[in-house]
């Protein structure tokens, strides 16, 4: 395995992981004790890692919570400018690629490497087609003390928490689908094909920003 | 004859060597086959009349005694001396002139007479071999037959063809081929000379050649020529040709060739004062003109000056000319700067745009070294984090994973989970290779940050420069702009034109009169300066030094010529005194020089022909001709042909002591001479009565035919 494939690997162990961790309810169940928060839908899982990957995405919907929220524009200009400063929507970048129902990627060996650490729990039902459907992860309180206990003392992983915490800031209440509704209204993200990956929209957002701020990105 | 051509050359070539070279020489004085056409020996041959018929019928105009009456004529001639005894009047002439006729071709006949001839026939004999010539006249305008052999009635048509050697149906045919025979049989050839041509107004120089019949002036002398020796001008080549002496056909030839040059001389000379005479009275017409021409253009000066006001509008305009000339350089000069302005800031911008595109790719770069960078970094930190954590729940079956199992897996080198062989994976992070690799990217982007930075700062510098440049094209473009209108210019310019010509019409014809006049003065002035350049040297410029050597080989020639024929000279001048003396004459000496003029001494003075007295002259001349005959039977020298025809040799001389040389001397020639020569004498001297056996005589008053 190349270092790229390996670091890749990790990345997407450790981002899918926090994105269960950050974006999961509180749980509690007597069959599973072990098992104290709960997050649920693949298709959530999938909007919220496509937002965490694509910086100019996240800046996008940002941009569009600004153009309807006067609040919260001076916070959002602070963000999306600190995002560009940062080069983050090339720096940060993981492209994904378009499948039936927008980005996707099948994080289902994350999913079960999770399982195997005794991080997480996975339950789900098989509808008529045996599809699996109504996914649930489960946190256990062994991943959360793990967590806790080492993971912020990694500062290189200190991005993404932040960037989840900002994520769910905004979107933390929006379900899968309409996280799904909202990126669908972008037309470079619509018009992309089958199984291609979905491109950048710096240029828009450089559009928009200008348009909200009358202040060049 | 010892005669070398080349010392000949050589030898003349020593005076001229300043002006000619050897071999230009060689071709001026070319005489190729010239040298061996002369041979003083005899070449044994005579000319022999054995007969002669003619037959015809006296056809008068006016009615006289013997008119229609029909002529038939023939008589025997022999070797010897033949002599006709008639009076005068008679036809004694005539019968020469037919035998004449018959040998040469021409008819000198009177013209009543030739038209009463039809037919003519004559045997004669070159040597013994005999030939006949036959002319009927009845066919016109001539026919002639000439036979290898003896004819003795007039052939017809197709008689004797066998024998024929020619059929003549012309004078001049005839005359052609009697020439080429008799040339042929005795040696001659055509002696040239030149003659201005004939043509009125032409001043052209044509050559002419003796032809058989120049030299039959040596067989037939006729009364008409008694008082002189040699017939005209051409008379010293019939001597010539007679003498036969070396090189005499190459002076003649160098002879035509100086006559030529003297003749090209002379028109080259009399065209140069011909145009220099031309050339003085048209200069002085000319110049005539040309006062007449300052005359009337000074006057049109004076009436030009009291209506010029064109003047200051011709100053208006050439100004304004000039301000435009003026504000055109101004333009040139800006649009220049100008365009050097743009194609600075062109290239500045040009570079601009590379740094810009430069900067791009580093910082492109820059970012992508980042990403490998926070990629390896975040690598070590989660694998980390990872790899602390242990598998302890198969995904698949939700067993647990025992440490008893995974320490038999690891002891195994196999997956816990899937059983699968390990042990050639590579360890899952190699942390100190990965660290130094964090260290040369940290390297790299640090290079490409400075990289970025020095093309920023040529970026501001650039991009100042060509703000510079900018702010130069519109300041150029503002001069460009703040430059003066011409159209304002123009537009006055054409209103002064149109003024100035308007002007000018009024005095157009003046102008047009004195542009013609000052062109014609130009003209004028142009002839005139061309009339008096000295004029190009026309023609052969070393034609007279030619002419000089063409003398001087004559005369070079002359005397070699001279010394070699001495011994002939010698003879033929004793021979001479030997006859004159024996018909009386009182000379006791002849000199021939060489020039061929024979000088007699008489009374201890050298005369020429001309200066013997007339009744002398005659007898001077048959001593020549009698002497030049005896040379050749004598001495074997000379061409005579041996035969004489003697027209009326006593006709104006009726000196007794004269009559009785002749009869004495026409004797001794029939007893010394009778076999080898022939003599046709033609007398109205009864005297000379029975002084050769072949006589015809003709009773007082009768006709020879």
């Known amino acids: ?217 | 004859m010892n005669f070398n051509y080349n010392n000949f050359i050589s030898e003349i070539h020593k005076d001229f060597a300043e002006d000619f070279h050897q071999s230009e020489i060689k071709s001026l004085l070319d005489l190729g086959t010239e040298l061996d056409k002369d041979t003083p020996l005899s070449t044994g041959k005579r000319l022999e009349v054995n007969y002669i018929a003619f037959s015809g019928k006296k056809v008068t105009e006016e009615k006289q005694e013997y008119s229609d009456q029909l002529i038939n004529y023939s008589q025997e001639i022999y070797s010897g001396v033949n002599m006709w005894i008639a009076d005068n009047l008679r036809g004694k002439s005539s019968i020469f002139k037919i035998i004449k006729f018959g040998l040469t071709g021409d008819d000198s006949l009177k013209p009543n007479i030739s038209k009463w001839l039809q037919h003519i026939l004559l045997v004669f004999s070159i040597n013994e071999k005999k030939y006949s010539v036959y002319i009927n006249k009845e066919k016109k305008p001539i026919q002639a037959s000439f036979y290898n052999k003896e004819i003795r009635i007039y052939p017809a048509d197709d008689e004797h063809l066998d024998d024929r050697l020619f059929l003549a149906t012309s004078k001049d045919e005839l005359q052609r081929q009697l020439k080429d025979f008799f040339f042929h049989q005795f040696d001659y050839y055509s002696l040239r000379w030149t003659q201005k041509s004939p043509v009125k107004e032409s001043d052209d120089l044509i050559e002419a050649g003796a032809s058989w019949l120049t030299y039959f002036k040596s067989i037939f002398l006729e009364s008409k020529d008694t008082n002189e020796l040699m017939y005209g001008a051409q008379g010293t080549k019939v001597f010539q040709m007679l003498l036969g002496l070396y090189l005499t056909s190459s002076i003649n030839k160098l002879t035509v060739g100086k006559d030529k040059l003297l003749h090209q001389k002379g028109k080259q000379q009399s065209f140069l004062s011909r145009e220099s005479t031309e050339k003085q009275s048209k200069k002085t017409e000319l110049q005539r003109e040309l006062t007449d021409l300052d005359q009337q253009l000074e006057e049109l000066a004076i009436a030009e000056k009291q209506t010029s006001n064109v003047n200051a509008l011709v100053l208006e305009y050439e100004g304004l000319v000039k301000d435009i000339d003026e504000e055109n350089t101004k333009r040139v000069a800006v649009n220049n700067s100008l365009q050097e302005a743009r194609k600075n800031k062109d290239i500045i911008d040009r570079r601009k745009q590379f740094i810009d595109d430069e900067i791009r790719r580093l910082r492109k770069e820059a970012i992508k070294t980042e990403k490998q960078y926070s990629d390896v970094k975040e690598y070590l930190e989660i694998g980390v984090f990872f790899s602390n954590l242990e598998v302890k729940t198969c995904p698949s079956c939700s067993h647990p994973v025992s440490k008893d199992k995974k320490t038999k897996a690891a002891s195994a080198h196999t997956c816990a989970l899937c059983t699968d062989d390990i042990s050639k994976d590579e360890p899952e992070v190699d942390t100190g290779n990965l660290e130094s690799k964090l260290v040369e990217l940290e390297k790299l982007k640090e290079s490409l940050e400075n990289g970025i930075g020095e093309l920023e700062s040529e970026y501001l510098m650039v991009q100042s420069k060509s703000v510079e440049y900018y702010n130069d094209i519109i300041k150029r473009e503002q001069q460009y702009g703040g430059l003066r209108d011409v159209k304002e210019i123009n537009s006055r310019l054409n209103e002064l034109q149109n003024a100035i010509s308007e002007e000018r019409k009024k005095f157009a014809s003046s102008n047009e009169t004195k542009t013609e006049m000052l062109n014609k003065k130009a003209v004028l002035n142009f002839r005139i300066s061309q009339l008096n350049e000295e004029p190009e040297p026309i023609g052969d410029q070393k034609i007279e030094k030619k002419i000089q050597l063409f003398t001087k080989a004559i005369a070079s020639l002359n005397k070699i010529r001279y010394d070699e024929g001495q011994t002939v000279l010698r003879k033929l001048a004793d021979l001479m005194t030997a006859e004159a003396q024996s018909l009386g004459l009182r000379i006791t000496e002849i000199n021939i020089n060489d020039r061929f003029d024979i000088k007699y001494k008489q009374d201890g003075d050298f005369l020429s022909f001309s200066e013997i007295a007339e009744g002398e002259q005659l007898r001077a001349k048959l001593a020549f001709y009698l002497s030049l005959i005896q040379l050749d039977i004598e001495y074997n020298y000379g061409r005579h042909s041996r035969f004489l025809m003697i027209d009326s040799p006593g006709k104006e001389e009726g000196d007794k002591n004269y009559l009785e040389g002749l009869s004495r001397l026409i004797k001794e020639l029939e007893s010394r001479f009778g076999d080898s020569l022939q003599i046709l004498i033609g007398t109205a001297e009864r005297s000379l009565e029975n002084t050769v056996k072949n006589q015809n005589v003709f009773p007082a008053q009768s006709f020879v035919f």
């Open chain 1, 1 to 217: 395995m190349s270092l790229e494939e390996r670091v890749r690997t990790y990345k997407d162990r450790l981002r899918i992981f926090l994105i269960l961790f950050y974006f999961s309810e509180n749980y509690s169940s007597s069959e599973h004790p072990e098992f104290k928060r709960v997050f649920k839908s693949e298709v959530r899982i999938q909007k919220i890692d496509f937002l965490i990957r694509n910086p100019d995405y996240l800046a996008h919907e940002l941009l569009v919570i600004a153009e309807n929220e006067l609040s919260k524009r001076s916070e959002i200009q602070k963000l999306v400018k600190g995002i560009y400063a940062d080069s983050e929507p090339q720096l940060r970048r993981l492209e994904m690629e378009r499948f039936f129902f927008g980005a996707y990627e099948d994080i289902d060996d994350v999913i079960l490497f999770l399982q195997s650490i005794n991080f997480i729990g996975f339950s789900s039902k098989k509808n008529t087609d045996l599809k699996n459907i109504e996914k649930q992860y489960f946190i256990t309180e062994y991943a959360i003390e793990k967590t806790e206990e080492s993971i912020k003392a990694l500062p290189s992983l200190n991005w993404y928490i932040k960037r989840c915490e900002l994520i769910k800031k905004y979107f933390g209440t929006l379900l899968g689908s309409q996280l799904k509704v909202s990126q669908y209204k972008i037309e470079e993200y619509r018009n992309t094909s089958f199984k291609n990956f979905i491109g950048e929209i710096s240029e828009t957002v450089a559009k928009d920003y200008y348009k909200i701020f009358n202040e060049r990105l």
